[in-house]
């Protein structure tokens, strides 16, 4: 069992940058590919960014290409997101994910992942 805890949300003005974290504890060396996902009020969940573990190959939705940034330090079990020129339609409950299965083009896809956080609010607002 993998437990994720995410921190680093809240607040941030148009334009403005926030930096997520989450930490992974319990069976985190199953760990293949971590994510970031997020779900905005009356929407479903989507895709963010995702990185392989081992080999750091990334990949990010359209939406955010540019903007964001996700890493991980392997040693601390922290994956990260550094969210920069933020828009109001980045607003949403950001949630970290990990899955024990290789890095695929499912990599995107939430029902693959097996372990998720609590989320962390990121609101953007003027």
């Known amino acids: 069992q993998v437990q994720l805890v995410e921190s680093g949300g809240g607040l941030a003005q148009i334009g403005g940058s926030l930096r997520l974290s989450c930490v992974a504890s319990?069976?985190?060396?199953?760990?293949?590919?971590m994510g970031w996902f997020r779900q905005a009020p009356g929407k479903e969940r989507e895709f963010v960014a995702a990185?392989?573990?081992?080999?750091?190959?990334?990949d990010y939705a359209d939406s955010v290409k540019g903007r964001f940034t996700i890493s991980r330090d392997q040693v601390k079990s922290t994956l990260s997101l550094q969210m920069s020129s933020l828009k109001p339609e980045d607003t949403a409950v950001y949630y970290c994910?990990?899955?024990?299965?290789?890095?695929?083009?499912?990599?995107?896809?939430?029902?693959?992942?097996?372990?998720w956080g609590q989320g962390t609010q990121v609101t953007v607002s003027s």
């Open positions: 994910a990990a899955r024990s299965a290789p890095w695929t083009s499912t990599s995107r896809l939430s029902d693959r992942y097996g372990s």
């Open positions: 319990g069976r985190s060396s199953n760990n293949k590919v």
């Open positions: 990185i392989s573990w081992g080999g750091g190959t990334t």
